[in-house]
């Protein structure tokens, strides 16, 4: 806190899981030895640089890209690039740290890693996110490499944003290396990748209701965001007999108290992912509910699930969900409910899953497509599908296995952080100081 007074979402990230190992590094004092806690929480290296580019008018814009190297300890950094106004080295780092040991958590060799820019895409021509991804790029392509670190997409980075930094990277390093995940089909991307996160999510919470003899059918389900990860929860929760009655984006939610169908869901995709269109414009055409300025945590469910940004549920919101009876939270974003919010549903006995074990199915894909791409293949659908629900019930295991407490329920945040942990300090430890 000393060092970092100005970036309070990296130390709520770090005090989160600080909290977690403390009670185990009692019992296991050599995990403190070596300086280990003081080098977990210092990056390996970051870059931060000057992004220049001029948009449809002919004017300069500059813009900020980062790439933080946090922690290489079991493998290349690894984690997406987030697009978004709000984007400084605070939340890069929190988001870099929390990928650590997420990344730790799938069991694939991948160390952990954030980038991004204070770029906004929305309003932007696709004209202008290429140049200004190619202008991004022209720094950062340097620091990149299939065995040094290896950028995804997150908030404002999808399919189309990849696929233009992929592109610069292979004509500026001369090098069809796979330095890039969530790359399209055509040109190395891994099915089920878009997929990924969402399902991911939901797969986990299934785990967790499983073991209170519980499944999402039948069961009413609030999302938020309306982004890549909110899309595909939707989509399996749907198919897996649920009533998704949420979803939302930074103007307000739409809230559909009979359920999103699967076909109305399909309408928002193209809404989001061609159109670029807006929930409260979708709302007002269809004649559905829009609940401008709200977030959809005062609606009575059976399971939450934050998929849109970080502390986007406070302590009030989680009381409220408490209240009505919600069994269930489980993170597709990166840490959306705050350290309060959590002890509500913590002291409360909510079955409530952190983003870094919940989400991480995403860049379990990811770490499927580097694997595709060295052997210079693509798996089936069937396949993948199969290892991503694999890789999200062993890290489930793994988080009871950690997270078990004397009366028999499960502390999925201590589970997760110390499973997490576990490995990289192991690989830290025998990699000696430096
Ligand atoms: P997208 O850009 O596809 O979607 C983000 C969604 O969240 C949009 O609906 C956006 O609304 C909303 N949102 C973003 N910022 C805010 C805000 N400040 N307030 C309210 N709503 C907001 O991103 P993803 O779906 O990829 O990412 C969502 C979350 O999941 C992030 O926390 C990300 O780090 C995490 N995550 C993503 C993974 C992935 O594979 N994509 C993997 C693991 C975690 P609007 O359009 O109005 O901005």
Not at 149 to 172: H, N, S, T, W
């Amino acid at each position: 806190a000393l060092r970092d007074p100005h970036q309070p979402e990296f130390l709520q990230a770090v005090k989160e899981v600080m909290t977690s190992l403390w009670p185990f590094l009692q019992k296991h004092p050599r995990y403190a030895e070596h300086g280990l806690l003081e080098r977990l929480v210092e990056s390996e290296r970051i870059i931060q640089f000057r992004v220049c580019w001029v948009d449809d008018r002919g004017q300069t814009q500059v813009n900020r890209g980062f790439r933080i190297q946090h922690n290489s300890a079991i493998g290349p950094f690894k984690g997406g690039m987030r697009l978004h106004p709000s984007v400084n080295l605070s939340i890069l780092r929190f988001l870099a740290f929390e990928q650590t040991f997420k990344n730790s958590l799938t069991t694939l060799p991948m160390g952990g890693g954030k980038g991004g820019s204070d770029f906004d895409p929305k309003g932007k021509s696709d004209g202008e996110v290429m140049r200004f991804c190619q202008a991004l790029m022209a720094e950062l392509y340097r620091h990149l490499g299939p065995d040094t670190d290896v950028p995804a997409g997150d908030i404002g980075v999808g399919a189309r944003e990849v696929g233009f930094m992929a592109g610069m990277m292979k004509k500026l390093s001369n090098s069809a290396s796979a330095v890039f995940t969530g790359k399209g089909l055509a040109f190395g991307g891994s099915l089920m990748r878009p997929e990924a996160t969402g399902y991911g999510t939901i797969y986990f919470a299934e785990q967790m209701l499983y073991r209170k003899n519980q499944s999402f059918d039948g069961k009413s389900v609030s999302i938020s965001g309306s982004g890549n990860v909110a899309q595909y929860a939707a989509e399996k929760a749907l198919d897996l007999g649920a009533k998704v009655v949420s979803l939302s984006d930074s103007d307000g939610t739409l809230y559909v108290k009979d359920g999103i169908g699967v076909d109305m869901l399909k309408e928002i995709m193209d809404l989001k992912n061609v159109q670029r269109g807006r929930l409260a414009d979708f709302a007002s055409r269809n004649k559905l509910s829009f609940e401008a300025g709200k977030r959809p945590w005062h609606i009575p469910v059976d399971i939450a699930l934050p998929c849109a940004t970080q502390n986007e549920l406070d302590h009030n919101d989680a009381e409220t969900l408490v209240r009505n009876g919600v069994l269930c939270v489980a993170e597709g974003a990166n840490m959306p409910s705050t350290l309060e919010a959590v002890d509500v549903f913590t002291r409360a006995g909510t079955l409530y899953a952190p983003g870094k074990a919940s989400n991480a199915g995403g860049v379990a894909v990811s770490g499927l497509e580097m694997a595709q791409n060295s052997q210079r293949l693509s798996w089936h659908h069937a396949e993948v599908d199969e290892r991503l629900r694999a890789i999200m019930k062993d890290i489930h295991e793994n988080c009871v296995r950690h997270g078990s407490r004397a009366d028999g329920s499960i502390n999925y945040v201590d589970g997760a952080n110390i499973a997490g942990f576990v490995k990289v300090a192991d690989a830290m430890l025998a990699q000696g100081v430096y």
